[in-house]
């Protein structure tokens, strides 16, 4: 435990601030392959592009990271608020492997709830604007749902679809909460509100059409697939030929770098 204790508090000085100890204490015990002493090509795989270029990956890559690209991305994001994004990192690590990799339950528990910590981190740090916002709270808000604990994702579904009405993931995410509570009028709702400031996505369209009318039964829309329940991963899926919005940028984007 002390070594990843070491790893954690690693960082050019005064680039980050000191941990607090009830953090690293979770990262120690609940997570130890998402603060490891090097990161997998299979670990940068599920990554967004930005991750390897934060503090807490800088130190644990088998090469050392383009400092102009470094640049591009602190100027994208705001220095302030990039400082903190190796926590996102690290919770998304911790739900995928939740999620794909971890069989046993209360082992699948313990990483959700570690990602909801590195979560909290994020949100309690970023700038009110921060662009990954909506997308920090919306993970949040998956992991929450995968905990069985709806109660606490509906109010940061919420507070994300406010800050970007026109990132329908969220909207979709709250939907399906809703759905699955035998709640289909306000299922409804959430969607045709989504649609107003989104109205070319399929997606919305999809999840409408088969929500079908207020009492529950489906009418899906011919012209669309069936798409998968978002609850499974960090993101909601698209619809048939569209791709999830970007939140500028997107966590799943190819680009190695922001365009500058």
């Not at 995928?96 to 990799?101: L, R």
């Amino acid at each position: 435990m002390s070594n990843q204790t070491t790893i954690r508090s690693s960082g050019p000085s005064g680039t980050l601030r000191r941990p607090c100890a009830a953090v690293l204490l979770a990262a120690a015990l609940l997570a130890p392959s998402i603060v490891a002493a090097q990161y997998s090509p299979q670990d940068l795989a599920v990554s967004p592009p930005y991750c390897p270029y934060t503090v807490g990956y800088q130190h644990r890559m088998n090469e050392p990271v383009n400092p102009a690209i470094l640049e591009q991305w602190r100027r994208k994001f705001g220095h302030g608020s990039f400082v903190h994004l190796h926590h996102y990192c690290w919770g998304l690590l911790a739900f995928h492997n939740a999620k794909f990799k971890v069989r046993e339950p209360e082992a699948k528990k313990r990483l959700f709830r570690y990602s909801i910590t590195e979560f909290n981190y994020v949100a309690a740090r970023v700038a009110p604007d921060f662009v990954l916002l909506p997308e920090v709270l919306n993970n949040r808000a998956t992991a929450y749902i995968q905990l069985g604990e709806p109660q606490n994702a509906i109010p940061d579904l919420q507070r994300a679809i406010s800050l970007r009405p026109d990132w329908w993931p969220a909207s979709v995410t709250l939907s399906d909460l809703y759905r699955d509570a035998g709640k289909i009028q306000l299922a409804r709702d959430v969607l045709e509100n989504a649609l107003s400031a989104s109205p070319d996505s399929k997606s919305l369209k999809a999840r409408l059409a088969e929500l079908g009318s207020a009492d529950g039964k489906a009418k899906p829309d011919p012209t669309t697939s069936k798409q998968p329940r978002p609850g499974g991963s960090p993101r909601a899926s698209a619809g048939a030929g569209e791709k999830e919005p970007k939140s500028e940028p997107a966590a799943e984007t190819t680009d190695p770098a922001p365009k500058p």
